[in-house]
């Protein structure tokens, strides 16, 4: 079996060095090129099977571009994105597979899940709120996990952003009623997780017909 051909964008960014790093242990996977600013995504295009990005929100488009002309597959993991930019990268990208999501680690799309069951389970009598800390660098606030949990909510809650040291990432669910609180939490220490998921995804965008999938459906959560 042949390996899949990989094109990373953000190749030196601190996730695109994870990823770097991650898939040179995976047989699976071959990392035939990575980009950054100013490089020509185009070029290295026809010799891959996907594109993973982890770059920022104002490339992600340009990307989308040349995967949906090239008939590429598309993991994007960059985050930050308003809703208008969003809906025109959804469109672009109509005809490849595109795994997108705001957290590839497998623990937090765990906790996407049980964060829904819990809001079914309890209903809306109880208040719920999401605190997310992450490090200084981090451009966006709310974190695209963080409004992940308030989609599986199902309705709007309020969101603390604190951005302290070199935090990789902490997510914590509230949920409480007069008498008991009850607490989902994930914590991330590494990268690492994150690259493994994303990587994880790209073997398996591949085989799938054009469409949006996120990581649930990647790890047969739903």
């Known amino acids: 079996m042949k390996p899949v051909r990989i094109i990373i964008s ?17 047989p ?21 099977d996907v594109v993973v990005e982890f770059a920022l929100a104002e490339a992600t488009l340009g990307t989308a571009k040349l995967c949906a002309q090239h008939k590429k597959a598309l993991v994007i993991g960059t985050t930050g994105h308003n809703e208008p930019l969003r809906r025109e990268i959804t469109q672009t990208l109509a005809g490849v597979p595109v795994v997108w999501t705001g957290n590839y680690s497998t623990g937090v799309n765990t906790l996407f899940w049980l964060t829904k069951r819990v809001a079914e389970i309890v209903g809306n009598d ?10 200084t660098a981090k451009k966006d606030a709310p974190s695209g996990t963080a409004k992940g949990l308030q989609q599986a909510l199902g309705r709007v809650v309020p969101i603390h952003s604190l951005r ?42 591949v085989t799938q017909a054009p469409g949006l999938y996120d990581m649930q459906q990647v790890l047969g959560l739903k």
Not at 126 to 135: F, R, Y
């Open 164 to 205: 302290i040291g070199d935090v990789v990432g902490d997510h914590t669910v509230t949920f409480g009623i007069p008498g008991e609180r009850l607490e989902l939490s994930h914590r991330a220490s590494s990268r690492e997780i994150f690259a493994r998921g994303a990587l994880r995804a790209a073997k398996w965008v």
């Open 10 to 26: 953000g190749v030196k960014g601190r996730m695109g060095q994870a990823l770097v790093a991650c898939a040179k242990n995976d």
């Open 126 to 135: 109880w208040n719920v709120e999401i605190v997310e800390t992450h490090h």
């Open 28 to 48: 699976e996977l071959q990392v035939i090129g990575g980009v950054d600013l100013g490089d020509d995504l185009g070029k290295l295009l026809p010799g891959a």
